[in-house]
């Protein structure tokens, strides 16, 4: 197998320098962006910690991690969730948004039966001290959500990512613009992607996935069987992993 030059390594760190830079200077846009937010909707105005990775240590020992970014995401992950927590009854099922009425509807269907907070923003920092308190065994992805800082620590941490529900429309692979390369290597990083069509498929195969990772399933509000097998085949591969 042929191993990467030192330029594409180099090339590589500088971009992903570049790519966590940038977001560190944006940061006070992107929290003056939450408080505009805030006039329309009194939610963004609360909770600023956990999307920089604080908040009350939960004391998890293991759980398995769900993000799902607002109402619409939640609302197909919930017969997952459902039968995750039936199947694994031992595990905290973590479920994370990004907005206030994706956490409302968190809270709407399962209360304190699963572990609420808000996904950090890609910080490295930031990912790591979300990691630490929630310790997941496998995080399941819904739909688009893929952030360079964030599946880097995962892979750091021996955590199984699998995006369900997947989707990509051309317009989002053609936003991603010069840090394509970077969610390139995020995307080559996933254990599987169960895409909702062959067309979702082959954008996640221009993109850089792995073919043998890369399944079309369907919708997940009608089928959720395959991507439940994939979290339990996931799971055994963690605990042979160690």
């Excluded at 709407?108 to 630490?132: C, E, N, T």
């Excluded at 620590?153 to 051309?170: D, F, H, K, M, W």
Aim: proline letters at 7%; glycine letters at 6%.
């Amino acid at each position: 197998m042929p191993q990467p030059s030192n330029n594409s390594v180099s090339g590589g760190a500088f971009r992903r320098f570049t790519y966590t830079l940038v977001l560190y200077l944006l940061t006070p846009l992107i929290l003056y962006r939450l408080a505009f937010r805030g006039l329309r909707s009194r939610g963004y105005f609360s909770r600023w910690f956990e999307r920089f990775g604080f908040f009350s240590d939960p004391r998890i020992e293991r759980s398995i991690w769900v993000h799902a970014v607002s109402v619409g995401e939640v609302n197909a992950a919930a017969p997952l969730i459902d039968v995750l927590r039936e199947r694994y009854p031992d595990d905290v099922l973590v479920v994370t948004t990004v907005t206030p009425t994706g956490s409302d509807r968190v809270r709407q269907l399962w209360g304190d039966k699963v572990f609420h907070v808000y996904l950090p923003y890609d910080l490295p920092g930031a990912i790591r001290r979300f990691l630490a308190r929630i310790r997941p065994r496998i995080a399941v992805i819904m739909e688009t959500e893929i952030w360079p800082n964030l599946f880097r620590e995962c892979g750091r941490s021996g955590i199984p990512i699998l995006i369900a529900n997947a989707r990509l429309s051309r317009r989002s692979l053609d936003r991603y613009g010069p840090v394509r390369p970077l969610i390139r290597v995020a995307i080559r990083s996933t254990t599987f992607i169960a895409a909702q069509s062959q067309r979702d498929a082959q954008r996640f195969l221009e993109v850089g996935a792995r073919p043998e990772r890369v399944r079309v399933v369907g919708n997940l509000k009608y089928d959720m069987h395959v991507p439940v097998h994939l979290t339990a085949q996931a799971l055994r591969w963690r605990q042979q992993w160690g």
